[in-house]
């Protein structure tokens, strides 16, 4: 069975401060590794990596992906109020679209 | 991305009865996908819909439970049948990424409340 363990399961920080969040996945075939923010109901789409060592960048988030140990990280610098969410990492494996989710991590940036 | 739209976006039910969600694409698209998020948990995969073929579902979702149609490219329906306190969750449909990658979009969710 496909696993996708993220952590910390939660975190609250100060305006400023830099996080990690980490995703570490046991899966057969694997095909892609994602990233995701959820603030109300819909997760947003961040980041997808299929190769390692490539860091993929998008303002203050940056993620990359390490295919020998089997993690990604999501790094946010700089961190706002408006960065509170639960952040969701997913792996694509199998034969078909499937994407397995992790439980996420909560994050709560206060002023 | 694709513009996906649901319906209802929230809904309280009593226990025994069904609810349809209806989730609705601006564009034609392959698979379309059932998820469930129960409080406080993360995203489970109950089923994909394909037009024109059977839902495929996960481990511990069943078509009775969960019947699924597929008309068209561009719309599906999710009903929750005999719905009971445990079905309460936000239920999310998702469409994949032109069907080359993994990413898939989301619909807004509908949270749905049985007492």
């Known amino acids: 069975e496909d696993k996708v363990v993220q952590s910390p399961l939660s975190l609250v920080v100060h305006e400023g401060d830099t996080v990690t969040l980490n995703c570490s996945y046991e899966v057969t075939n694997f095909r892609s590794l994602l990233w995701y923010k959820q603030e109300k109901k819909a997760p947003t789409f961040l980041f997808m990596l299929?190769?390692?060592?490539i860091e993929k960048k998008s303002g203050r988030l940056s993620s990359i992906l390490d295919k020998k140990e089997l993690f990604s990280i999501l790094n946010i610098t700089a961190t706002q109020t408006g960065d509170s969410a639960i952040y969701l990492c997913?792996?694509?494996?199998?034969?078909?679209?499937?994407?397995?989710f992790g439980t996420g991590t909560k994050l709560q940036v206060i002023p | 991305s694709a513009v996906i739209s649901q319906k209802p976006s929230r809904d309280i039910c009593q226990r025994g009865t069904s609810l349809t969600i209806q989730c609705q694409v601006d564009?034609?698209?392959?698979?379309m996908f059932w998820y469930r998020q129960q409080p406080g948990q993360s995203l489970t995969l109950i089923a994909t819909a394909n037009q024109g073929s059977e839902a495929t579902y996960e481990s511990g979702f069943v078509i009775d439970k969960f019947p699924i149609s597929r008309p068209n490219l561009t719309f599906s329906t999710l009903t929750v049948s005999n719905m009971s306190p445990e079905d309460s969750s936000i239920y999310l449909c998702?469409?994949?990424?032109?069907?080359?990658?993994?990413?898939?979009?989301f619909g807004p969710g509908t949270r749905l409340t049985v007492l």
């Open positions: 564009s034609q698209v392959t698979m």
């Open positions: 997913a792996v694509g494996a199998g034969g078909y679209q499937k994407v397995t």
């Open positions: 299929t190769s390692s060592g």
């Open positions: 998702s469409v994949e990424d032109g069907g080359t990658t993994d990413t898939q979009y």
